[in-house]
Structure formats: structure tokens, C-alpha cells
């Protein structure tokens, strides 16, 4: 994959959206709209509705792999939708609440591209990379699964053969 | 040999972080439940049994069903939760 044009980053440090911004700005200078979506870290325990809070997430990833997958979904969503410039960051390591946590930013000609890029590759993200997340925090530890809610949203990008990303079919 | 990996709550349960195994007579990923037998605590056979995690062989997700060869790479991958 070619360096600038779609660049995937894991990494413990935390990042700037507005180097971000101006780097996709200047990568992408054909580009009419520019998405970017920030994912950070929830303060409550996603188990259920209690307020326990967290201290931080504990995020681990199978390095090669991650990079190979994150690689092969922003390829899709380019095939798909078609954009200048893309570029994903996830930190791994300890982070904790209301820090970021994921960036996906899109460039595009026109808008809908970016915004159903930024999404695609977002929703593959959650339920294809090979990332883990564990709460620590009030409750002591405990290591989160794959959602439903996340394989829904994955799931409505199925309808066309272009979308279909190799996951072994497994029972959740 | 056959170098296995596992991560998160699946390594906290087998207590290291990556294990070796001849492949031996094994022919197939599944093979490698009974070839972890002696080598892993029970819960973590006992959580890999109903097969629910995913499976990678040289970073790539494998079916249990999948062919196994030998000097591959298999990662044992509970559901994934990033983003």
C-alpha cells in the first residue's frame, strides 16, 4: 500500500488531530471534504449501566497481523468508495478515560465518500483488527468482548461482494 | 514445530504468552486442542472447546478446520474489541 495515500499507525503515544488535519490537508490537496472520526475513551464500565467508573483500558493488539488487516480494510473501503487519502492511528498500551483511544481520517472529493469510508473502515475496525480491550478501574479487571451492536453495524456493509473481508465464521 | 500465541483473557487463562509444539501427527488446527492438553491449565482447553475463539494461522483468521502445516504461526484470538 502506498505510503501516503493510506497510512496505518498503532502506537502507544497519543496523537493530534490538528497535525492530523493539516497533514491530510496537504496529502489529499484535491480533496473537497475531509472526514475524521475520534474514538475516545468511555469513564463508566461498559458491562452494564451501573456507574462504576474506570481508571483506563488496557489495549493489546497481535502485532504483523493487526497491520495486515487494518491494511486490507482501508484497501476495501477504497475499492468501495473511493478517497484520496486515508489514514488510521490506534494506540495500544494503557490509556485512560476521555483520552483517545482510534482516529480514522478520510479525504475525498465529495463528502459521502469520506463519510461512508470513515464509517466502513470504522466499523471492520471494531469487529475484524485484532485488538483487545481491558477495563481496569472500581470492579477490578475484566477483558471485553466483540459486541453485537459492532457486528450489526459491520454487517450492513455485506450487501455488496465488494465488502466481504476474509473472518472465519465463528459463534459469538 | 507449530509456535502458538495467545492473547489476552485466552493467555491469562494458559499463563504464557506463546507456546511450541511439534506437529507430531497433527493434521488440522482443531488437532491442536489435544496437542495443548497436557501443556495448558484445563480452563483454557475448557474455553477453547466450544471453539468460539478465532483462530490465525501466519496472520491470517483459519477456520478450526483449517490444514495445518508445520513452522506455521497459530494465534488463538478471543473476540476481537478494538476501536
Redesign the interface.
Same mark, same amino acid.
Given at each position: 500500500m502506498s505510503s501516503s495515500k493510506c497510512t496505518v499507525v498503532i502506537q502507544e503515544k497519543d496523537f493530534d488531530v490538528g497535525t492530523e488535519y493539516a497533514q491530510a490537508c496537504s496529502e489529499a490537496p484535491r480533496a473537497g471534504a475531509v472526514v475524521f472520526f475520534v474514538?475516545l475513551v468511555r469513564d463508566l464500565y461498559d458491562l452494564d449501566s451501573n456507574d462504576d467508573a474506570i481508571d483506563y483500558l488496557e %489495549?493489546?493488539?497481535?502485532p504483523?497481523?493487526t497491520e &495486515?488487516l487494518c491494511d486490507e480494510i482501508i484497501e476495501q473501503a477504497d475499492q468501495r468508495f473511493g478517497f484520496d487519502y486515508a489514514r488510521v492511528i490506534?494506540r495500544v498500551g494503557k490509556i485512560y478515560a476521555s483520552e483517545q483511544?482510534?482516529m480514522v481520517a478520510v479525504a475525498s472529493r465529495h463528502r459521502d465518500n469520506a463519510f461512508q469510508a470513515s464509517q466502513f473502515i470504522?466499523d471492520y %475496525?471494531? =469487529? &475484524?483488527? =485484532?485488538? *483487545?480491550?481491558?477495563e481496569v478501574g472500581a470492579r477490578g479487571e475484566n *477483558? $471485553?468482548?466483540?459486541?453485537n451492536k459492532?457486528l450489526n453495524a459491520s454487517k450492513r456493509w455485506e450487501t455488496s461482494p465488494t465488502s466481504q473481508i476474509? $473472518?472465519?465464521? =465463528?459463534?459469538? | 514445530m507449530i509456535k502458538i500465541l495467545f492473547f489476552a483473557h485466552l493467555r491469562d487463562l494458559a499463563g504464557v504468552s506463546q507456546l511450541e509444539v511439534p506437529l507430531g501427527d497433527m493434521t488440522h488446527v482443531r488437532d491442536l486442542l489435544k496437542g495443548l492438553e497436557p501443556l495448558v491449565p484445563k480452563p483454557l482447553i475448557d474455553a477453547l472447546s466450544d471453539q468460539t475463539a478465532m483462530v490465525s494461522v501466519d496472520h491470517k483468521y483459519a477456520g478450526w478446520d483449517a490444514p495445518l502445516m508445520d513452522n506455521v504461526e497459530v494465534g488463538i484470538l478471543p473476540p476481537v474489541s478494538g476501536g
Open positions: 474514538g %489495549l493489546e493488539h497481535y504483523g497481523m &495486515r490506534h483511544i482510534v470504522m %475496525l471494531k =469487529t &475484524r483488527a =485484532t485488538f *483487545w480491550k481491558k *477483558w $471485553l468482548g466483540r459486541k459492532d476474509e $473472518l472465519s465464521e =465463528t459463534n459469538e | -
